[in-house]
């Protein structure tokens, strides 16, 4: 087992996904990968990551419904999420808020496009 802290990436956009595997992996990180949020809870309770990033707007399952699934959970709240929202520019005119963003139980939130030094530093400060 190594040391390494184990990050998951949760995003319907595999090339972000990518982008933010290779960034975390730079960083000394590991990294697990899920499409959607019914696969990011899988592999939550498979791999139990040390932190989550976690896209909120995605098929089958959003992430602010896995953010709260998990919080709301005994066995997973602990674990920090920070929420990606490409919704910033569009609050007003969309269901997904900040204010949304702030009443789920996420640990922080970073909008997209992801400026990827801010976000490794919310990571590091985090954990």
């Known amino acids: 087992m190594s ?11 595999t090339d972000l996904v990518e ?3 290779m960034k975390l992996e730079s960083e000394n990180f590991e990294v697990a990968k ?3 949020g019914i696969e990011g809870l899988e592999k939550v309770k498979a791999e139990r990551p040390a932190l989550i990033i ?6 089958r399952k959003d992430g602010y419904q896995l953010c709260d699934e998990l919080k709301n959970d005994e066995e997973y709240k602990e674990i920090p999420i920070i ?11 969309t269901n997904y808020t900040h204010m949304g963003g702030k009443t789920t139980l996420a640990d922080d939130f ?3 496009p ?3 030094d801010k976000l490794m ?3 590091k400060d985090t954990l």
């Open 114 to 116: 992801i400026d990827l």
């Open 83 to 93: 929420l990606l929202t490409a919704v910033a520019d569009a609050v007003s005119s």
């Open 19 to 21: 982008a933010l595997a």
């Open 54 to 59: 976690l896209d909120v707007m995605m098929p």
């Open 3 to 13: 040391d390494k802290q184990l990050i998951l990436v949760v995003d319907d956009d």
């Open 121 to 123: 530093e919310i990571v």
């Open 110 to 112: 970073i909008p997209k």
């Open 34 to 36: 899920a499409y959607d």
